[in-house]
DNA sequence: AAGTGGTCTAGACCACCGA
DNA sequence: CGGTGGTCTAGACCACTTC
């Protein structure tokens, strides 16, 4: 009653084999969008098994990040939620702690032909073109720019984009991502490092060519591993500070 | 029956009690060592409550990495592994995201007055003096240097430091902490951001003086929540880049 | 064989949410 | 109010380690 086409049981405990199948309905999508996932209830009828086995399976989904429980609502698939983590540690040094809400503009939207590192980093099949956006953060009251942002995305499942209003995804890119694309992005490995700004760059920081800059890749990927965004993103390196907690 | 010396009951669920109370018991020593821990059933026993109750403690600590369990052994506090899992804090990256292993000199250590900064980060009490040591690592390979860096410990907990051969901990030096001085660093934060060299950083990067460079910060603390290690490492701006996983 | 953690069951009652 | 997840109970049987 817990066999799926393939029998990937060789004996495994019964929480793993929920898990397993459940992060499959995760990652082709029929678990996902606004709705709950059935209830412990409803799983452990449906599989045949008790409901603190189904629990234990959600449990460590959700410490893996896929899900999130709400209490007297339900169980969700995750959405992202680091959508501006970067700026959590962009720290203005303005009167201590202030968190800066920062607004964006995009300068520019694209259609072009992928570098060897674009097709690289986001597995383009050949002849398969991608989008270039770029755009420039602020602080909020000020006119001061804090990042400016390279963004490459597959033109293929992007297409969207060019024929929207960029108004009305300037701030947030990844929800646009998910509302007119039907791209969710579940996490993302950053980079750091230190670089000198180009001309480009530099005209956008209202700074010198050969200024020091920070300059932080971004790698974001879908729930399922397929990498959907490749980003560079350049600030002032003097203003630059970033933490981690490392265990 | 759950009641410690103050109520800290503000009516947490059990499980939480539970874990705040085996949390001090590593914290403060009376678990520890070679020795399993009390039995789930033991436990579940003295303090009244179901066996499974116990176990979500527990599994909650392990999966904070402060126990590991042995399927018919016993629950033990964990013990730092760093022997195969040398840089377990060393995050720094070649430019193709390549985790580097350098290799370690150590060119000074000595005893010193601590700076105001030191007193904060280590906690230091009145006339508390500190131990400095000076590193430079380098590509396995290569006479290149890599990071130069600036390290505080306390004198008194650190004491064996000044008499060892350095030539014995070089490379690792959490290790060499715990074998001679018994203190085991459990975690550390770091910041990452950006200067310029100082005369002594220079020479040891083998660079000019306001060259760029990036700075890394670091905390240690012991598994008690004690800081142990302050620790600032500089490097080629140009050369460094590192990496971390957003979810 | 005895003791440990690993898995699993089959409930109970509570707190929270939305209609 | 009914349905959800959150907590908790009180067992069962299994797999592994140690003696």
Redesign the pocket.
């Known amino acids: 009653m817990l066999t799926q086409k393939q029998d990937m049981d060789t004996?495994?405990?019964?929480?793993?084999?929920?898990k397993d199948l459940f992060t499959q309905k995760v990652q082709s999508g029929q678990w996902g969008g606004a709705e709950?996932?059935?209830?412990?209830?409803?799983l452990?009828v449906q599989y045949?098994?008790?409901?603190?086995?189904?629990?234990?399976a959600?449990?460590s989904l959700?410490s893996q990040g896929y899900l999130t429980?709400?209490?007297?609502?339900?169980?969700y698939v995750r959405q992202a939620s680091f959508g501006n983590a970067m700026f959590r540690f962009f720290r203005h040094t303005d009167p201590d702690g202030q968190v800066i809400q920062p607004a964006a503009r995009i300068l520019s939207i694209k259609k072009a032909i992928p570098s060897q590192a674009e097709i690289n980093k986001l597995l383009l099949v050949p002849n398969e073109k991608v989008i270039h956006l770029t755009r420039v953060r602020y602080a909020q009251n000020k006119n001061e720019p804090l990042l400016y942002e390279e963004i490459s995305v597959s033109a293929q499942r992007f297409e969207p984009l060019l024929s929207a209003d960029t108004s009305s995804f300037e701030d947030l890119l990844y929800p646009a991502y998910d509302r007119l694309c039907q791209v969710r992005v579940h996490r993302a490995t950053e980079t750091i490092s230190f670089g000198l700004a180009e001309l480009e760059v530099a005209k956008c920081l209202l700074t010198e060519v050969n200024a020091p800059v920070a300059i932080i890749t971004r790698l974001a990927t879908a729930i399922d591993g397929q990498p959907v965004e490749w980003r560079k993103s350049y600030g002032l390196a003097s203003r630059f500070s970033y933490s981690i907690e490392l265990r």
Do not use: F, W
């Open positions: 004996r495994l405990p019964i929480y793993q084999r929920l709950a996932i059935p209830s412990e209830h409803e452990s045949g098994v008790a409901p603190g086995t189904v629990r234990k959600i449990e959700v429980r709400q209490q007297g609502k339900g169980t």
